[in-house]
């Protein structure tokens, strides 16, 4: 089977969906790719799923909600997460061809209310997310410690005290450097532990929903959902983030 152009990938999301996405990168976020799979099934978790999620952290929560229902439908393909959320088109236009293969031998050709599956919530197109790798790059160029412009050299010769200037620039680059670095570490650190949180979460929401549909309840569930959906004080929800009542992070 040919593979679909770009054009063509993007008529085809932005009219199932009712989106505006001017960019097969921007299905990064993972929203898109879940709402395709409810398309076909009608029974996924749209409650849990941020169409409109800006940082990497969300997108990787939505992402589990889709290998969720992966394995709940036995769909034998791995979701290649952390290359999806970078937001690069490569990658994310072979998953998205991937997805429309997938769509066209499962669709039943039922109608679906994309808007009214996700409740109406904001779903404009994602901004492009720059990799934080770049930080480093572009703090140099704030600070003016980057690389060097050629012919610029001085013709004057040395001048007596002219080292201390390019000292204070190279330790300048060590710490841009090591913020940088240091960065990447605490990113990677709480994409880990937010992960481990929405599994337990997801796992703590289906028991809960088992027992409740038998008349049931668990103190204990009780208290876990309680721990995590508890604030600290002076903490509050952005109040331009579109938040649904079931969903938490």
């Known amino acids: 089977m040919m593979a679909v152009s770009r054009s063509d990938l993007l008529a085809w999301l932005n009219e199932l969906l009712q989106l505006n996405y001017t960019k097969i990168e921007q299905c990064g976020t993972g929203g898109a790719y879940c709402q395709i799979l409810d398309s076909i099934y009608g029974d996924l978790p749209m409650a849990r799923v941020k169409m409109n999620a800006k940082h990497e952290y969300e997108f990787v929560a939505n992402f589990k909600v889709m290998q969720n229902v992966f394995k709940a439908k036995k769909i034998d393909k791995p979701i290649p997460i952390e290359k999806l959320v970078k937001c690069k088109m490569q990658d994310n236009l072979e ?124 103190d204990n569930l009780k208290e876990i959902q309680k721990i995590l959906y508890s604030t600290e004080d002076g903490f509050e929800v952005p109040e331009n983030t579109a938040v649904d009542e079931e969903e938490t992070f």
């Open 95 to 218: 998953f998205l061809q991937w997805m429309k293969r997938f769509w066209d031998s499962n669709y039943g050709g039922q109608g679906y209310d994309a808007v009214g599956r996700r409740r109406g919530a904001p779903a404009e197109p994602p901004a492009t997310i720059a990799p934080l790798s770049t930080g480093a790059r572009s703090a140099s160029a704030v600070l003016g410690v980057g690389g060097r412009s050629g012919g610029k050299t001085p013709i004057s010769g040395h001048r007596a005290g002219s080292t201390q200037p390019n000292e204070a620039m190279q330790a300048l680059q060590a710490q841009v450097r090591e913020m940088s670095t240091h960065m990447e570490g605490l990113e990677k650190e709480r994409d880990f532990y937010f992960a481990k949180l929405r599994d337990i979460e997801i796992l703590v929401q289906q028991q809960t929903e088992t027992l409740e549909s038998q008349g049931k309840e668990d």
